[in-house]
C-alpha cells in the first residue's frame, strides 16, 4: 500500500520539476530527463530558453566593444600585476578581461592558397 | 558478399573515390570547409571556407582507356573571396568565412557563382583564357612601355596560343544591405534576380544592380525585446520565380508569394507541426530550430534538417510533414552534454539526390545518413581517411545504443562530437557525393559494375 508508483516518489523528491509528469508510463522521456540533469547543474537558467537571450546572443555574433577608459587603466595596472589575460572566448566583451592589442587574433586574411588546391 | 551488409539500400553501393585536403593533427581554422555546391551540370565542384578562400573543382573527362575512373574531380580554380574586416562604426568584426556558394547556370563560356560571408554577397566570373594578345604597338612582350618616338609603323597585334589560364573576377559586390549576418543565397529561376536572407530579413536583387536591393521579408519587432524567431534558411522555387520558402528557429516554414505584396510579411502557406506538449523541454525549441530548407528539384517538396530529424513536406499539406526520418535519436539522451558542449546549436545540411528519391544529411563522428523515400531503407557510412583506397567500398556504420555493443559497433560515448558533417552535396544527376569533413573534402561515388 505504500504505492510505490514510479513517477510519485520522484515526484516528493525532486519538487516542482515533476509536479506535471505524472504519466501513466513510469519512464521519464530522455529530453525531460536531460533537461532534469542541466537545470541541477545550471538553476539559474532562464525560463525562456528558445527566446530572446539564445536569440540575442546569436544577433551579435562579431560584436566587439573597447572602452578607452578600461583599456589605460588596465594599462597602468599591467606594470604592477597580471591581468586576466584572453580566454578561449575573445567575445568576452566587458567585464573582467580588458583586450590589449595581444590578446587581438590576427586579423590579416589569409594569403596562404587553400589545402584543398595543393 | 552482401550478407553483411543487411541496411544497405538495394540499388547503391557506395564507394570512396577522391579526398581532398591534408591530414594534419591540428588543424588550421582556416582551412575548415563552410560549404560545398555542385554547379547545374555537376561539372564544377565548389567549396567555401573558413578562411574566405573558394576552391572550384572540375571533372575530368571520362576516358575510354580508364572506364573505372569516371571523370575525377581536379582542382580549377581558387581565389580569395572575402577577407575578415571590422566595421568601426558598429564595433562589429565581420568574419571572412564564406557562408553559401550558389551557381549560376551557365549561359555562356564563362562559370558565375555567388560566394558570401556574413554581410556581403560578391558575383564572381570564372574564365578561362587559351589566348593572348601578342605585338602591341606601345609597350613590347614584357610589358614595358616603348618610346613613342621610336614606333616607326604599326601592326596589328594577333592573338596567338597560350597554356590554359582560369581566371576568377569578381564582377559585382552588393554589400550594406544586411544589419544581421547573411545565412543564405538563392538564385531565382528567372536568372535575374537572387535573395539574400539574414536573421531578420531577405532582400531581393538584380544581378545587375548593386547599390539597391529590395526588402522582401522583415520580421524585426519594433521592440526587440519581443523577438521570439529568427530567419534561419531561404530558398526559391525551383520553377515559380515567385515563389519562396524561408524557415524559422522555431521550425516552422513560410512559403510566400511576391504576387501578393511587396513586402511578403504574410506568408502564403504556413508550414508547422504541431508538438507534443508531453514532449515539451527546456530542449524542444533548440532542437525543433531549422538548420535548411531545400525544394526538391521536382519543386513539390521542401525538405528540412532540425538537430535530430529530416522531414520532407508537400508543399499542398501545410500542417505536418509527410515523411521524418531520425538522423541520431540516440542524441536525445545526451542533449545536456550537448547543450553545456554547445553542440546542440550544430547547423547541419540536407540534400536531395537528382530524382528527389533519396535524401543525405551529416552527423557526427563523420558519420553521414542516406534515406531512400521510397523503399524507407537508410544507412550510415563514414567519411574517414581508413576507407580511402581507391574504389573501396563503404561499409555501412552502426551506432550502438546501449546494451551490448557488437564488434563493429560505436557506443554513443564514443562517438567525436568535434568531427561533424554540416555541409555535403550531391551531384545534380548522377550518384556522386561531396562531403566535406571538416577540413577535407570526400567525393563518393556509386559503384561502376
New interface residues.
Partial sequence: MAALLGTGALTEETGQEKQDTQ?KDKSV???????A???A?YPN?GQK????D???K??Q??????DSGDYNMAKAKMKNKQLPSAGPDKNLVTGDHIPTPQDLPQ???????????? | FLAGFGSLMQDVLWCFSQVKGTIDIGVTEADIISTVEFNHTGELLATGDKGGRVVIFQREQESKNQPHRRGEYNVYSTFQSHEPEFDYLKSLEIEEKINKIRWLPQQNAAYFLLSTNDKTVKLWKVSERDKRPEGYNLKDEDGRLRDPSMITMLRVPVLRPMDLMVEATPRRVFANAHTYHINSISVNSDYETYMSADDLRINLWNFEITNQSFNIVDIKPANMEELTEVITAAEFHPHHCNTFVYSSSKGTIRLCDMRTAALCDRHAKFFEEPEDPSNRSFFSEIISSISDVKFSHSGRYIMTRDYLTVKVWDLNMENRPIETYQVHDYLRSKLCSLYENDCIFDKFECAWNGSDSVIMTGSYNNFFRMFDRNTKRDVTLEASRENSKPRAILKPRKVCVGGKRRKDEISVDSLDFSKKILHTAWHPSENIIAVAATNNLYIFQDKVN
Fill in positions: 504519466e522521456p530522455p529530453e525531460r530527463a536531460e533537461e540533469k542541466l537545470k547543474k537558467l530558453p528558445g527566446g530572446s539564445f536569440l540575442m546569436r544577433l555574433k562579431g560584436q566587439k566593444y573597447f586579423r590579416k586574411s589569409s594569403l596562404v592558397t587553400s589545402k584543398l588546391a595543393g
